[in-house]
């Protein structure tokens, strides 16, 4: 039984600046998701960090909401949570797949979530993943995100000109040492 296995757990994450977090929840199986963000709250606020919720009507549109979020907002980062129950055909495996891959995307564009979308076989192992008193993944994905924020703060603000070509103030036109166009 997975439950039984021990496993380290790191250190909380430390912050020396205010951290905001989104967690962005679908609540298609309502009491196990209600356990998951009872897990994330609590380290999330015990970590000293603030949070919003939001709800969405699926795994697929976690993603979505987070890009969107991203965007237009001002979090560090996020947390998503649901549970995929395998059922009698193949959508389960879509859902799986196409959430967590849409996921694993955004964090590589330097997002940082942590992924407490449960994908499990029957309610009976959500129910334990999702329990803050067992395996409490949603207090799990919280740390993840709080982890990947302290390591983004660690390394400093977004570096300017990734790519092959320098950001605009990062260009100086031909001329004196100020910049200063000569004839």
């Known amino acids: 039984m997975a439950g039984a296995e021990k496993h380290y757990i790191m250190p909380r994450a430390e912050f020396d600046r205010p951290v905001k977090i989104l967690i962005v929840v679908s609540p298609y199986y309502k009491d196990i998701a209600d356990n998951m963000v009872a897990g994330a709250v609590a380290e999330i606020e015990a970590s000293g960090a603030t949070h919003e919720i939001i709800e969405m009507p699926g795994a697929l549109e976690i993603p979505t909401a987070i890009a969107m979020s991203e965007r237009l907002s001002n979090f560090d980062g996020y947390v998503a949570l649901g549970c995929v129950i395998r059922g009698e055909t193949t959508h389960y495996d879509t859902v799986c797949n196409d959430s967590s891959r849409a996921i694993q995307l955004l964090g590589l564009q330097g997002l940082c979530i942590g992924n407490?979308?449960?994908?499990?076989?029957?309610?009976?192992?959500?129910?334990?993943?999702?329990?803050?008193?067992?395996?409490?993944?949603?207090?799990?994905?919280?740390?993840?995100?709080?982890?990947?924020?302290?390591?983004?703060?660690?390394?400093?603000?977004?570096?300017?000109?990734?790519?092959?070509?320098?950001?605009?103030?990062?260009?100086?036109i031909a001329g004196d040492s100020k910049g200063t166009p000569t004839a």
């Open 116 to 172: 407490g979308i449960l994908t499990v076989e029957n309610r009976k192992q959500a129910e334990v993943r999702a329990d803050p008193k067992d395996q409490n993944k949603g207090g799990g994905a919280a740390a993840a995100a709080l982890h990947l924020v302290a390591l983004s703060r660690k390394w400093g603000s977004p570096r300017k000109g990734v790519g092959f070509l320098p950001t605009s103030d990062e260009l100086k």
